[in-house]
């Protein structure tokens, strides 16, 4: 199997910055899209374990994937997320706010209390309403690099999964179509960094399996954000200049990946598995970063995720008749009759 | 007289559509080449290409997956299943999320699909070609599910879907796809392009103050023939021909039994809990007090569909008559 990718190796002379389309600043608005996706992960988490939210899946770890991969991402590109992607949702222009009051699932979340917490939406950042079902998103995105490529459009459809999903039939089933149309799309794993056959995942790594299919494949070091990038910013490029597909298989700790699902999670792994401290020390090291820009972020998120957490909390649950709303373009006439029932207090 | 066959009109409502709305896209396994395994793709591959009709590898939730991904860029996509009864791998996609995307993205997204199942007996398919699986579309919040008798009904409520915003399955009763209507209104509906039948609208097919009988799909014609047969022992049915089975129209049903006070309903599918029972409910519900006899169904056994049996499985006439009499003569 082909070797992991890597390029924060703790060596400042090691990392081939020629090699990336970032500058200073651009390195440092990266850093600060992960600090602001961890604190936002942990403050929701805490809103779970609190008990003031439902069910949460944090993605505290994983910060290197959803920023790495969304920083390549131009406007007109899809993106077809799974619920670990918060990262993406800011950086496609998800507000605090509207997160937090999805997280209620209050009057003023725009999916109205539908989903679980974190299954946010987002049209205008063409980021696709996450599912509940593991792997569903994969055969959509493979369906709508289709139509991008069909239509000539210059984009291309970004998809992320973890490697549980990489079992489902939807992963099969995109990667065939994905090849058969060499449609413009990259799609995105985590997995588990281990010994080959022991995991939850196939026998073969996810890269190895999406390179049988037809669909070019690399495998990168998960929490090196830079490493990230710049596979996916190759994969997007080639999917858009019409060169087909790529799967990009982030490898990760099998306990960071696995423990950010916990909904208790919010310690970050051990430092040299840590994305955020790896990005750090090298950003120090050229100089772009300190510690008082560190302390000076920190206390920014602090006050603004604390105002949001108060506004969203402060909103009412919506009406309980707007339950029947959005089930079809019109009610039909037993979606009305069991509204004005409900209304009315008539029952049953 | 010009003929036209069920198959010619959903091929040639397809065909206009897309030629007034290039973001209507046909696809499915041998929709292309092959035209379809019942030809009602026939001829689209070389009029619109294959950006427009795809053959997709054949993987039912791979076609519908991969259509939800196109409707959400806002294409049109009409997704063929072969057969009904390999659509299950593709419930996922339909349930889970064409049906639910609106509804939880809270009206942000829509997904305007349409999904073409041929379904039910009548050509020796045996029990992997043969079913009705209306029922678990129809149990599903936020799918319209339409079930055309005639070509001209297939035409009509096709172009509904294609203009409309909800996702939709089109059952379409594959014993009648070759039989041609020599019915002159049927050739001129099929043959304008703005033809179109409102959803949860029914037919009445025929007059009748003594019995309601409810059909759709390929039952509606053995209904009809039972309709005649009654008439002639003086038993005058009224024919209501769904079309739509959700949402149905309930004005029609419940104007048609408070007139009869006695209801026969018709389904090819399994009896328990199928479509039948539902329409059975609303009656016991919102009906009660006309009913003079118990509402029976004339429905396929709760048995898989049996290769050498299936004449026996299907309702034909001579069931569908006896309950229409033994409702009459309580």
């Known amino acids: 199997m082909s070797e992991i990718q890597s390029m924060l190796s703790g060596d400042v002379a090691e990392v081939d910055r020629e090699s990336l389309a970032l500058d200073d600043a651009g390195l440092a608005r990266m850093y600060e899209a992960m600090s602001t996706t961890r604190a936002v992960d942990k403050r929701s988490a805490r809103l779970h374990v609190e008990g003031e939210i439902g069910f949460y899946v944090a993605s505290c770890g994983l910060e290197a994937v959803s920023v790495g991969a969304g920083f390549t991402l131009e406007t007109p590109d899809w993106l077809f997320p799974s619920h670990r992607d918060l990262g993406m949702y800011l950086l496609r222009g998800g507000s605090m706010r509207a997160w937090f009051d999805q997280l209620f699932g209050n009057v003023a979340d725009l999916t109205k209390g539908r989903q679980l917490p974190g ?55 995109a990667m065939n179509i994905a090849a058969r149309f060499r449609v413009p799309a990259v799609f995105v794993c985590r997995s588990a960094r281990r010994d080959i056959g022991a995991g939850i995942g196939g026998a073969a790594p996810v890269a190895t399996r999406a390179k049988a299919y037809g669909v070019s494949a690399a495998r990168v070091d998960g929490s090196d954000v ?45 430092a040299d598995l840590d994305p955020l401290a790896r990005l750090r020390e090298y950003l120090e090291q050229c100089g772009i970063w300190d510690a008082a820009r560190e302390d000076e972020l920190g206390a920014r998120l602090a006050d603004r995720i604390d105002e949001a957490v108060a506004a969203a909390r402060a909103e009412a649950k919506p009406p309980a008749h707007s339950l029947f709303d959005d089930v079809y373009g019109e009610l039909p006439w037993m979606l009305q009759e069991q509204r004005e029932r409900l209304v009315s207090g008539e029952g049953d | 007289m010009a003929m036209t066959t069920l198959a010619e009109a959903v091929r040639d409502t397809l065909a206009q559509e897309m030629r007034r709305d290039e973001s209507i896209v046909v696809m499915g396994h041998a929709v292309g080449t092959m035209g379809g395994v019942f030809h009602a793709t026939e001829g689209l591959l070389q009029e619109f290409g294959e950006d427009r009709v795809i053959d997709m590898p054949l993987d039912e939730g791979g076609v519908v997956g991969a259509a939800v991904g196109m409707a959400l860029y806002g294409l049109r996509p009409v997704a063929e299943i072969q057969l009904a009864d390999f659509v299950y791998p593709g419930l ?77 399955v089109l059952m379409e009763p594959k014993a009648l796809y070759g039989v041609a209507a020599a019915a002159a209104e049927t050739a001129d509906a ?37 309709a005649e047969q009654a008439a002639a022992h ?28 006695r209801a026969v309903l018709v389904q090819e599918a ?23 006899a118990p509402v029976l169904r004339v429905t396929g056994f709760d048995t898989p569909f049996s290769h050498a049996a299936e004449h026996t499985y299907v309702p034909d006439s001579d069931r569908v008559l006896g309950a229409i009499r033994a409702v009459a003569e309580f």
């Open chain 2, 270 to 292: 399994p009896r328990s809990c199928g479509y039948a029972a539902e329409l059975a409910a609303v009656l016991a519900e919102k009906a009660i007090f006309h009913l003079q």
């Open chain 2, 234 to 261: 003086g038993v005058e049915v009224d024919v209501l021909d769904l079309r739509t089975l959700m949402p149905f129209d309930i004005g029609a049903l419940l104007e048609s039994v408070a007139k009869t006070g």
């Open chain 1, 119 to 173: 299954h946010a939406s987002l049209p205008a950042g063409r980021f696709v309403s996450v599912s509940g079902r593991v792997g569903a998103q994969i055969s959509q995105a493979a369906g709508c690099a289709m139509a991008i490529k069909s239509r000539r459009d210059k984009a291309c459809v970004l998809t992320s999964f973890g490697e549980a999903a990489s079992s489902a039939a939807d992963f099969h089933a």
């Open chain 2, 92 to 168: 996922d996609q339909i349930i889970s999320e064409a049906a639910k995307l609106r509804y939880r993205s809270g009206g942000q997204y829509r997904c305007p699909l349409v999904v073409r199942i041929p379904y039910g007996g009548g050509v020796g398919g045996g029990p992997y070609q043969s079913q009705s699986p209306e029922a678990f579309f129809t149990h599903t919040p936020g799918l319209v599910v339409v079930a055309p008798s005639t070509a001209a009904d297939a035409a009509g409520l096709l172009r509904t879907a294609l203009r409309g915003e909800d996702p939709v």
């Open chain 1, 226 to 270: 830079l490493a990230v990038y710049r596979a996916v910013s190759e994969a997007r490029s080639t999917a858009t200049e019409g060169g087909g597909p790529t799967l990009i298989e982030a490898v990760l700790d099998e306990a960071a990946l696995f423990g950010a699902g916990a909904p208790a999670a919010g310690d970050p792994p051990s």
């Open chain 2, 190 to 226: 099929v043959a304008d392009d703005q033809f179109a039948l409102p959803f949860g609208v029914a037919a009445r097919l025929r007059r009748g103050d003594d019995v309601t009988l409810v059909a759709y799909g390929a039952m509606v014609h053995p209904a009809q023939q039972a």
